[in-house]
Each structure stands twice: as C-alpha cells, then as structure tokens.
C-alpha cells in the first residue's frame, strides 16, 4: 500500500506568489517523522523541512513551511514567494519508527515550474 | 554542515564490467547510508540500508550478489554494480543520517550508462 500520495499534476507558479504542495501519508505508527525534498534538474536531494509527529507547532524553514494536520494525516509544504530558483521536483517523505533505521518512504513528486 | 558527497557523478561503461560508486559523508559520521535507486521521472527507490560494520540489509527484490554495499568507515559506503547490463543504467544516488537526528542528507547522485 502506498504510505505517501502526492497527486497534483504538474505546477506553474508565477515568480513571487506562494505555493502549496499536497501530501496525504498512511501509517498506524504514533512516531514517525515527515519531510520534504527538493530536485532540481541536477538530481541532488535537498532537505527542506522537517516535521516530527509529536511536534505541536507547524515546522518553518525561512520560505518553507509546513501545514500539518495530523487528524487528516496530511503534511502541505507552502512555498512562500516563489523565485525561479524553486523550479524543481519536491519529493514528501516519511520515517515510521517501525521501520528502523529510519529508513524513509517516497511519494512520487511534484514537479514545479516558477515562472517570472 | 552535513555534506555528503558522491564519486563519480557520471560512469559509462561497457556491459559485464562491475562499477564502484563511492558515497562519503564529509563533516559527520554515519553510521546508517542509504542507497537509492531513480528512474527518469519516477520516485527515489530504497536498494538497500547500509551499516557500519555489519552487512547491509536490502529491500524485496534488490540482487545482494549483484549490488555489493561496503560500509568500512563511519564515512565511507561504496555501491558496486557487478557486471552491469543495460537495465542498469540508472541514477543512483546514497544519503547519510547523522548519528541520533532525524534527517538524511544525499549526495548529488550518480548517473550510470552502460553501454
């Protein structure tokens, strides 16, 4: 069964306008970890931002935040005034503590495109 | 901080030969990496958990005998494709988690061709 579903097609953004990107996971764990990703063209992975599922407030990274609802286990990450540099694939990823050795589980992606 | 790096970025070889990819945390120790594997325009696919000192642990479906995984050092995971074919050819790329914290941090990944 798939743990993280990230649905939206393909996003253009206009440069300095925000921007939320969907991401729903499964799990029956109480512990587990959220992140987000980047890709640009390049291929590197760049961490982005973290949320813990004990963590009582949104988790914010400068222009990144993230809007965690637990209830409806979904972990939005908003982009705040785009800049072309954001042009990437976003990857949302989730650490369960019943894996072990936080090993993370991929959603297929968002692929964003800023345009000025 | 919390710099992994990746050697090479790119390997064309011929079909049969065996490819080493080297995976390196360069300002902390790891002692879990972790080794991905990304077709164009798909998700990351975890290959296998690589431990320092141990034996790396592998998903369903990954071949142990043909993706060898070495983790000598609290630095240092190497990857290697045993007599790549052209299904190989893929971009693989590792992560390091640093001791106790949460989050993986990648290399800049590894573009294989194989010929």
């Known amino acids: 069964a798939q743990k993280i579903t990230q649905t939206q097609p393909g996003m253009f953004v206009q440069e300095k306008e925000a921007v939320t990107l969907d991401c729903t996971y499964d799990t029956s764990d109480q512990s587990y970890g959220l992140f987000w990703y980047k890709q640009p063209s390049s291929g590197e992975m760049i961490f982005l931002i973290y949320q813990g599922s004990y963590d009582e407030q949104n988790a914010t990274e400068g222009r990144y935040s993230l809007n965690f609802q637990k209830a409806r286990k979904s972990a939005n990450l908003v982009i705040s005034a785009s800049q072309l540099g954001d042009s990437a694939m976003y990857f949302c990823a989730m650490r369960e503590a019943l894996y072990g050795n936080n090993r993370l589980a991929f959603g297929k992606g968002n692929q964003v495109v800023v345009i000025p | 901080g919390a710099v992994v790096s990746q050697h090479p970025s790119r390997v064309i070889c011929k079909s049969g030969t065996s490819v080493k990819i080297e995976c390196r945390s360069l300002?902390?120790?790891?002692?879990?990496m972790f080794w991905y594997r990304q077709f164009p325009k798909q998700s990351l696919m975890l290959m296998a958990t690589s431990n320092e000192g141990s034996k790396a642990t592998y998903e369903q479906g990954v071949e142990k005998d043909k993706f060898l995984i070495n983790h000598a050092s609290l630095t240092l995971s190497t990857l290697t494709v045993t007599s790549a074919h052209p299904e190989d050819s893929s971009f693989y790329i590792c992560s390091a988690r640093i001791t106790a914290k949460e989050t993986q941090y990648f290399g800049p990944g590894t573009r294989l061709l194989v010929l």
């Open positions: 300002d902390f120790q790891a002692t879990t």
